[in-house]
């Protein structure tokens, strides 16, 4: 398999807590469509198979976030555009309600990003990531971006270019995220850590 391939129950986005799961399958599919692009094209731009692809678009089969940030960047959008969430608003004042922000989760990850902004409202990115136990990127990210990242609960290790450190509830790190980095939670239970990232990468 090429770098990207996997398997899982699926990536899936939502408004809100309760709300019922969106699958990613037919946003990613008609984003290709729209751009005129076959398959084998969007493989040899993301390094992705095309079986996987195929698999991805037919609900079949399983993408983790960083995959899903090389396919969205590959369409030159971002994830936020197919996240659901309000469009709408005042710039110079947006609220988002407790347990109305937007979810990213990838259950073969055993975590979920919930996105603390309003879509296209914010300049850098505000997020809240749940870890489960043994929970974590399934391959390292780099991105455009700088980040800064506060553990509230659990204990996290942050790999960055090769040096790895444990982060504890209370301790902060900061790195340009052009680095290669991925999170792990080290702890028997959940864990999460609230993040900023500029520019927002979702």
Known sequence: MQPGDGDGTGLSARAAAGASDTTLHDKLRALRKER????????????????????????????????????????????ADLLPGDQTGERGLTVVRAGMERRLTSPSEQMEVRVMSARGHSKFMPALTVYEPGGGMSEAAAFESEEVVYVLEGEIELEYEGEVVTLNPGDVAYFDGRGVHRYRNLSDGEAKAFSVTWPAIF
Not at 46 to 73: C, H, P, Y
């Open 36 to 79: 005129g692009l076959s398959i084998a094209q969007v493989s040899e731009m993301t390094g992705i198979s095309s079986a996987f692809l195929s698999q991805v678009e037919n609900g079949k089969n399983d993408i983790t976030v960083t995959r899903l940030m090389r396919l969205v960047d590959a369409f030159g959008v971002s994830v």
